[in-house]
């Protein structure tokens, strides 16, 4: 690969999955990238293990209460030490950043990216609420300032990859979904579904967040928005088709009924690999596909009735304004109650239809009004979870 200098990554969120397969993709090709920046939450005890071992320029702890704690253990570090969501916008600005990896968890993703994109910062996205709750600001915000995104969600790589070198209009996109952990119970057993079911997923190594996401398919129904913005297409231009052994990642459909799709083992590093080399790909040592493994590739048609909350996201598309915002941020709020056994699985889905039944639609949203409705969402939906 022709790289004048070490292409220098900030990485937003490097504790969670994301984040630390970035890292194993970094020291795969430690003259190709540097780890300029890392961010996390409050996962303190990780953020300094990796501060140390990859002497980033800076860090940032979002949590502030454990800003002391992260600044003694890298007090004899030549690493600059920040606190707050703040300083996620900030950092991201900083000259010698190259390319900026998205990898927060859900709506705190927002701020940080559009402060990146008017620094002219590559976004390599895998914060897909990003594009979710403000797809229509987020995407005019890369036309005003020339800022390219580079998506890393496995399914979006995929249909980027398809697209390469293609001139022809998209006829459909076929996104594919592993189905999750729950693709073959009844309605009456979805009813006793546990935190702990919902967290073993298939094929997947992911966050708890997006776990149970993958498991209600909330998660592909946030795909279903990120392509409508990252590909400029129709709702109904995209499909999303059932494929339990997730590897075909998704594919593309031309308007001559030709089909293009990528194929490869289920491992994030190869899409995190290719948006931060793009447009030349690099050898690795990530896994192969061993095709005489594969006996079977199968494929069926989603269950929305089973699923609701990936026909939530059409409508949400359909709606526009701040519906997917709502949706977004009745999810989180849903998500963590599941998690912490204070919501039924089965009720996710209704506390997210009613919040967007009872919250005013608004359009031409600006980053004030997103972040009021998202407020206000979150606010509505713990009120019909606190009804339970």
């Given at each position: 690969?022709?790289?004048k200098?070490?292409?220098?990554?900030?990485?937003?969120?490097?504790?969670?999955?994301?984040?630390?397969?970035?890292?194993q993709?970094i020291?795969?090709?430690?003259?190709?990238?540097?780890?300029?920046?890392?961010?996390?939450?409050?996962?303190?005890?990780?953020?300094?293990?990796?501060?140390?071992?990859?002497?980033?320029?800076?860090?940032?702890?979002?949590?502030?209460?454990?800003?002391?704690?992260?600044?003694?253990?890298?007090?004899?570090?030549?690493?600059?030490?920040?606190?707050?969501?703040?300083?996620?916008?900030?950092?991201?600005?900083m000259?010698?950043?190259?390319?900026?990896?998205?990898?927060?968890v859900?709506?705190?993703?927002?701020?940080?990216?559009?402060?990146?994109?008017?620094?002219?910062?590559?976004?390599?996205?895998?914060?897909?609420?990003?594009?979710v709750?403000?797809?229509?600001?987020?995407?005019?915000k890369?036309?005003?300032?020339?800022?390219?995104?580079?998506?890393?969600?496995?399914?979006?790589?995929?249909?980027?990859?398809?697209?390469?070198?293609?001139?022809?209009?998209?006829?459909k996109?076929?996104?594919?979904?592993?189905?999750?952990?729950?693709?073959?119970?009844?309605?009456?057993?979805?009813?006793?579904?546990?935190?702990?079911?919902?967290?073993?997923?298939?094929?997947?190594?992911?966050?708890?967040?997006?776990?149970?996401?993958?498991?209600s398919?909330?998660?592909?129904?946030?795909?279903?928005i990120?392509?409508?913005?990252?590909?400029?297409?129709?709702?109904?231009?995209?499909?999303?088709?059932?494929?339990p052994?997730?590897?075909?990642?998704?594919?593309?459909?031309?308007?001559?009924?030709?089909?293009?799709?990528?194929l490869?083992?289920?491992?994030?590093?190869?899409?995190?690999?290719?948006?931060?080399?793009?447009?030349?790909?690099?050898?690795?040592?990530?896994?192969?596909?061993?095709?005489?493994?594969?006996?079977?590739?199968?494929?069926?048609?989603?269950?929305?009735?089973?699923?609701?909350?990936?026909?939530?996201?059409?409508?949400?598309?359909?709606?526009?304004?701040?519906?997917a915002?709502?949706?977004?941020?009745?999810?989180?709020?849903?998500?963590?109650?599941?998690?912490?056994?204070?919501?039924?699985?089965?009720?996710?889905?209704?506390?997210?239809?009613?919040?967007?039944?009872?919250?005013?639609?608004?359009?031409?949203?600006?980053?004030?009004d997103?972040?009021?409705?998202?407020?206000?969402?979150?606010?509505?939906?713990?009120?019909?979870?606190?009804?339970?």
């Amino acid at each position: 690969m022709d790289i004048k200098k070490k292409k220098k990554i900030c990485i937003l969120g490097s504790t969670g999955s994301i984040g630390t397969q970035t890292l194993q993709v970094i020291e795969e090709h430690p003259d190709l990238f540097e780890a300029y920046v890392l961010t996390a939450h409050s996962q303190a005890d990780l953020l300094i293990t990796q501060a140390k071992k990859y002497r980033p320029s800076a860090v940032v702890i979002a949590d502030e209460s454990r800003y002391e704690y992260v600044r003694e253990a890298l007090a004899d570090e030549p690493i600059q030490v920040y606190a707050g969501a703040d300083a996620l916008c900030q950092v991201v600005q900083m000259e010698p950043v190259d390319v900026v990896l998205t990898a927060l968890v859900g709506f705190a993703g927002l701020r940080p990216t559009l402060s990146a994109i008017e620094a002219g910062k590559p976004i390599a996205l895998a914060n897909k609420e990003t594009l979710v709750v403000a797809g229509e600001l987020v995407t005019r915000k890369c036309m005003e300032y020339r800022v390219p995104i580079l998506p890393v969600d496995s399914e979006h790589s995929a249909i980027f990859q398809s697209l390469m070198g293609e001139q022809s209009p998209i006829e459909k996109i076929i996104l594919t979904a592993s189905g999750g952990p729950f693709r073959t119970f009844t309605p009456s057993q979805l009813k006793d579904v546990t935190p702990a079911m919902a967290l073993k997923h298939p094929n997947w190594d992911m966050g708890a967040k997006i776990t149970i996401d993958s498991a209600s398919m909330m998660n592909k129904g946030f795909e279903v928005i990120e392509a409508r913005w990252l590909f400029d297409v129709e709702p109904a231009q995209i499909q999303v088709v059932v494929h339990p052994q997730s590897i075909v990642h998704s594919a593309v459909q031309f308007q001559d009924g030709a089909v293009k799709a990528q194929l490869g083992a289920p491992d994030m590093r190869v899409p995190i690999q290719l948006a931060l080399s793009y447009p030349e790909r690099l050898e690795s040592t990530f896994p192969r596909i061993d095709w005489w493994d594969m006996k079977d590739l199968t494929f069926e048609r989603p269950d929305l009735n089973k699923f609701r909350c990936l026909q939530m996201a059409y409508e949400a598309i359909r709606m526009g304004g701040n519906a997917a915002c709502i949706v977004n941020a009745a999810n989180e709020v849903v998500n963590l109650a599941f998690r912490q056994e204070r919501c039924p699985f089965l009720e996710m889905a209704n506390i997210i239809e009613q919040t967007l039944q009872k919250m005013a639609h608004q359009e031409n949203l600006n980053l004030d009004d997103y972040l009021a409705c998202d407020a206000e969402a979150r606010q509505v939906a713990d009120s019909f979870i606190r009804r339970l």
